[in-house]
């Protein structure tokens, strides 16, 4: 699982996003997506996959995506993802 998050106090904003990749009964790769305010549940999508490579190439699009929106990583699992990018 991937986890991001933006933080800036000035505008009273608190968000995370969380991404992972599981696989379905049926062989598919399910892209899930979590986000809102921190504290809160949040919402969620899913977006399924045939292959496991296109929903890897998503995961690492909204990754950089929302990098460049100011959303910083939390912990060191994942830098490797945004850094080909």
């Given at each position: 699982m991937i986890v991001l998050?933006?933080?800036d106090?000035?505008?009273?904003?608190?968000?995370?996003?969380?991404l992972s990749i599981e696989r379905s009964l049926f062989g598919e790769s399910i892209?899930?997506?979590?986000?809102g305010r921190i504290g809160?549940?949040?919402q969620r999508r899913?977006?399924?996959y045939r292959a496991s490579d296109d929903a890897a190439a998503a995961l690492g699009r909204l990754v950089g995506?929302?990098?460049?929106?100011?959303?910083l990583l939390v912990g060191g699992a994942a830098p490797a993802l945004t850094a080909s990018r």
């Open positions: 998050r933006r933080i106090n000035s505008c009273n904003m608190a968000r995370f996003y969380a892209l899930i997506r979590r986000w809160t549940h949040g899913e977006d399924w995506r929302k990098v460049r929106r100011g959303y």
